[in-house]
């Protein structure tokens, strides 16, 4: 499979690889960045090394389709944003997107994301996009609201809130 690069006016948004350790390290390691996230943190760069090679095992077999996003011109990692739980049958996949502090509350996200979700939408045709967030992450939650999500109180729990976006 191509991995396909998506392109926006500031940023560029490719396929994963080794090279990206570090920053993905930054991302898993700090308490902080991952107090919303359910794994565990990385306690050294072999711990994002193992990352990134299962990510592009599930990307090779197309079951996850994750960009990391890099501002341009620069190829640096500044996040992530993702297509997880992919099922090309149903036409449905859940989002997943992250960001390094230092590009936090630049606009960033709202870019990667409308280009991840139109790719989703016109490349891979799907019809529902979920995402789950867990109680507090307000952040996430107002990048879900400006894109049109809607909390789906049934399939929500105390300890994490299903948004659904019905393409």
């Known amino acids: 499979m191509h991995f396909p690069t998506l392109e926006t006016e500031r940023l560029q948004l490719r396929q ?57 011109p620069d190829q640096k990692l500044a996040g992530t944003v993702m297509f997880m739980n992919y099922n090309p049958e149903r036409h449905t996949a859940e989002l997943g997107y992250e960001l390094l502090s230092a590009h936090q509350q630049k606009g960033i996200m709202q870019e990667a994301v409308t280009a991840v979700l139109n790719f989703g939408k016109q490349q891979l045709g799907l019809k529902r996009i979920d995402a789950c967030i867990e109680p507090g992450n307000e952040r996430s939650f107002a990048v879900v609201k400006k894109f049109g999500f809607s909390k789906d109180a049934e399939k929500s729990t105390p300890e994490l809130e299903h948004w659904t976006l019905l393409a």
Not at 17 to 24: G, P, S
Not at 25 to 39: K, S, T
Not at 47 to 72: C, F, G, H, P
């Open 16 to 72: 994963l690889n080794l090279n990206d350790a570090a920053e993905v390290f930054q991302l898993r390691c700090d308490p902080e960045h991952n107090r919303y996230i359910d794994r565990p943190l990385a306690t050294s760069i072999n711990d994002a090394n193992a990352y990134i090679t299962s990510i592009m095992e599930k990307v090779n077999s197309e079951q996850v389709y994750l960009w990391v996003i890099t501002i341009k």
